[in-house]
């Protein structure tokens, strides 16, 4: 097969393995809208709308049509304001309406002074119900959406990477493109395509609203003494008049099956090497295994920390990098910080390792000391010691991920719209819950390394495979690595690595150029 026609092949050829279901919305729902509200003393509320209508929901050919429609709500005009309008308002109330656009769900996001509730649900209302869909901010979108893609992905090399690996895992499905869309679909969006996706795709019966502030009460309804309640209730009965029609989930659908080991290398311009690999599975945030499995890729690699086994084992002892990381989601940072970004969930998710780039001298060792380590997690399992920790530790990062009025709701809001527990409520007595035996269980019932597929983005594509064969030996070879002592365990663990043996079952190559299309 042709050094890329196994991808184009997976797009068409689908597993008859299917993931567990996650639950879904009701099909129609002609009562108001849902409502998740959240009580906060002060003088601010905390307004969220979250739609099931994110970019698995685009259809064939008009990938990105999700993430343009989102943007054009927000930044097309409303009602009888013009975009410029509704700017200058926002700039006045001193606030941001923002948006986020993921996989499932599209969530718009305001903060305002509680005393400017009128003017925000107004806004908010017509927003929705009486979208102006400006032509020129048309344009201006898909230029930028058109950049998101070209330059925010393809010239981060770890974007790339990231990108390329969940489209190839996701081939074929409504998971399987980026959220900004396709090279040569984006520009072919018209408005036409955005009043259709909003007649087809924001219906009732798939839109969350959600308030923290002073109007609501310890019970969750509108408190009767509160003077902004009525704004607040005018919006939900606005929210309510979106179609009521059958709403049709993309999603779970049937992945392309992994089977044996594929490496498929990102040729590009670059000095690094960059790595991610990993496998479909069945997991999400309703699933009976995700309090476990949270747990054991805590100690694995969690985001952006250091005590997990890959990055002591790679960044700390070897210095190959600033971090290598482990998921059983596809995790979205929120911003510049570390903390994962709400309304990004979805009902199928990637196992996957993030190996952040390494001198490509040191590429093909670091990927089989990677991959070592994945095998050696599923074939041991966690240390009753390790275990405890973990345990305690979790229990307390748990309520960190909701540290302020905005994440508290935003994680609520996503778990009614998927239909999933609310994990600031729950997680924190499911992981007490857990044992030893439960965590090491689950990692063999999820975790199989011997079926995985490699993203590499590289500089030398071919070199980089040759170095990988199993009759090949590839040690540490750029001076930016610390040296062992001879005789010590460490100097064994590198040669063992250094000869791991990978087996492919397929390898190949693709220009950067080349993706997205």
Same mark, same amino acid.
């Given at each position: ?41 002060? @003088?601010?509320?905390? /307004? ?10 685009? @259809? ?57 509730? @009128? ?27 058109? *950049? ?8 981060? *090399? ?13 081939? $074929? ?12 679909? #984006? ?59 059958? +709403? ?7 992945? @392309? ?20 690999? $990993? ?44 971090? *290598? ?67 305690? +530790? ?48 689950? /990692? ?20 980089? #495979? ?27 663990? *590198? ?23």
């Amino acid at each position: 097969m042709s050094r890329f026609a196994w991808l184009l092949v997976a797009v068409t050829m689908l597993s008859c393995w299917t993931p567990k279901p996650g639950p879904v919305p009701v099909d129609v729902a002609q009562a108001p809208v849902r409502l998740v509200a959240q009580p906060v003393q002060g @003088p601010v509320t905390w /307004i969220t709308v979250a739609v099931r209508a994110g970019s698995a929901h685009d @259809p064939v050919g008009k990938e990105g049509l999700a993430a343009l429609t989102a943007q054009l709500l927000r930044e097309g005009g409303a009602g009888d304001r013009t975009p410029e309008a509704v700017d200058q308002l926002l700039f006045r109330l001193g606030t941001e309406l923002s948006v986020v656009v993921g996989k499932e769900l599209v969530t718009y996001r305001v903060k305002v002074l509680t005393e400017d509730l @009128p003017l925000v649900t107004s806004l908010l209302a017509d927003m929705f119900t009486q979208p102006k869909l400006d032509p020129d901010a048309h344009t201006r979108l898909l230029g930028e959406l058109s *950049d998101q893609l070209e330059k925010g992905i393809l010239q981060n *090399d770890e974007e790339t990477g990231l990108e390329v690996f969940d489209n190839l895992l996701f081939a $074929g499905h409504p998971y399987g493109h980026p959220v900004a869309g396709r090279a040569g679909v #984006i520009d072919t969006l018209t408005i036409a395509d955005v009043e259709a996706f909003l007649v087809t795709r924001y219906l009732r019966s798939v839109v969350v609203l959600g308030v923290a502030g002073s109007a609501v009460g310890d019970d969750g309804t509108w408190r009767p003494d509160a003077a902004t309640a009525a704004d607040l209730a005018s919006l939900r009965t606005a929210l309510s008049t979106l179609p009521g029609t059958i +709403y049709d989930s993309p999603t779970p659908k049937r992945v @392309p099956s992994v089977e044996g080991r594929s490496l498929l290398v990102v040729e590009k311009n670059t000095d690094s090497t960059g790595i991610h690999f $990993g496998h479909p599975t069945a997991l999400h945030r309703g699933h009976p295994d995700w309090p476990a499995m949270l747990l054991a890729f805590t100690a694995m690699g969690e985001h952006r920390q250091a005590h997990g086994r890959l990055y002591q084992a790679l960044r700390e002892e070897r210095g190959l990098n600033y971090g *290598d990381y482990a998921y059983i989601e596809r995790y979205t940072q929120a911003g510049w910080s570390s903390r994962q970004e709400t309304g990004t969930g979805r009902l199928q998710n990637p196992f996957y390792v993030w190996i952040r780039p390494v001198a490509s001298a040191d590429g093909p060792f670091t990927l089989r000391g990677a991959t070592d380590l994945v095998e050696s997690f599923v074939a041991d399992g966690l240390a009753e010691d390790e275990f405890a920790l973990m345990q305690r +530790y979790l229990q307390g990062r748990v309520a960190l991920w909701a540290d302020d009025p905005a994440r508290r709701l935003g994680w609520a809001v996503e778990a009614e719209s998927m239909g999933w527990p609310d994990p600031i409520s729950t997680l924190p007595d499911q992981i007490n819950a857990l044992t030893l035996d439960d965590v090491n269980t689950a /990692i063999q019932r999820h975790i199989h390394p011997e079926s995985m597929r490699y993203v590499v983005v590289t500089g030398d594509a071919e070199a980089f #495979i040759q170095s990988l064969a199993d009759d090949v030996s590839s040690p540490l070879a750029s001076p930016n690595h610390s040296v062992p002592e001879t005789g010590s365990p460490r100097a064994a663990e *590198d040669a063992h690595w250094a000869s791991f043996r990978l087996g492919w079952t397929e390898t190949s190559i693709v220009a950067a150029e080349g993706v997205f299309r």
